[in-house]
Nanobody, 128 residues
Framework: QVQLVESGGRLVQAGDSLTLSCAVSGRAISNYAMGWFRQAPGNIREFVAAVSWTGGAIYYATSVKGRFTIFKNNEKNTVSLEMENLKPEDTAVYYC?????????????????????WGQGTQVTVSS
């Protein structure tokens, strides 16, 4: 069984930086695509960042591109999300997810439907 545990979320001020971590147990993430999603109060869960299982493809949501960086560390079996210049609109519960790579023509790791395993989430609150 694959388990994902996020950590690092807390209250910060606008403009601050914060790094979220996701520790994975049960399987080696070298075989998985990994993603970060977030859900703000009253909103649906949305894509934030993802990295392919090879590490060769990395994607970011337009709203975070240039401010957030995803890192997949196969040796430590972790994936992190470095966040800079945080804004109040970044306030959300952040979820880490693992995906067994697919092969279909519509396979897209920016879609949460692709992911088989999810963590419980960590709260990030950005005050103005």
């Amino acid at each position: 069984q694959v388990q994902l545990v996020e950590s690092g979320g807390r209250l910060v001020q606008a403009g601050d930086s914060l790094t979220l971590s996701c520790a994975v147990s049960g399987r080696a993430i070298s075989n998985y695509a990994m993603g970060w999603f977030r859900q703000a109060p009253g909103n649906i869960r949305e894509f934030v960042a993802a990295v392919s299982w090879t590490g060769g493809a990395i994607y970011y949501a337009t709203s975070v591109k240039g401010r957030f960086t995803i890192f997949k560390n196969n040796e430590k079996n972790t994936v992190s999300l470095e966040m800079e210049n945080l804004k109040p609109e970044d306030t959300a519960v952040y979820y880490c997810a693992a995906d067994i790579p697919g092969t279909g023509a519509d396979y897209d790791i920016r879609r949460e439907e692709e992911y088989e395993f999810w963590g419980q989430g960590t709260q990030v609150t950005v005050s103005s």
